[in-house]
Nanobody
Framework: VQLQASGGGLVQAGGSLRLSCAASGRTFSSYAMGWFRQAPGKEREFVATISWSGGSTYYADSVKGRFTISRDNAKNTVYLQMNSLKPEDTAVYYC??????????????????WGQGTLVTVSS
């Protein structure tokens, strides 16, 4: 599967952005999906993941209550709604697909396919 992330940009602290990740292929619903981010000089970190049907979600503590992951299997797209953004949310955000049968997964090594990343910059 090929993933294309979009929606990044520059936003002031307290603002919102919605990221999208469009997937190719006809088996999108067979993948659990995740979002990760990587800030300059830091390792890639887990943000959120959603189960195959979208019925279950799981978040990193740092974004819980502010970010919402969702998916539309008819559109082969996963979303990340980001509210109350903080300067420390500044990073390149990546979507990822996991073809495994267990969930949730929070380690980047557990995901099989990756998008190219979209930059989110939050100014103070």
């Amino acid at each position: 599967v090929q993933l294309q992330a979009s929606g990044g940009g520059l936003v002031q602290a307290g603002g919102s952005l919605r990221l999208s990740c469009a997937a190719s292929g006809r088996t999108f619903s067979s993948y659990a999906m995740g979002w990760f981010r990587q800030a300059p000089g830091k390792e890639r970190e887990f943000v959120a993941t959603i189960s195959w049907s979208g019925g279950s979600t799981y978040y990193a503590d740092s974004v819980k209550g502010r970010f919402t992951i969702s998916r539309d299997n008819a559109k082969n797209t996963v979303y990340l709604q980001m509210n109350s953004l903080k300067p420390e949310d500044t990073a390149v955000y990546y979507c990822a697909a996991d073809r495994g049968r267990s969930w949730p997964k929070v380690l980047s090594d557990e995901y099989d396919y990756w998008g190219q990343g979209t930059l989110v910059t939050v100014s103070s």
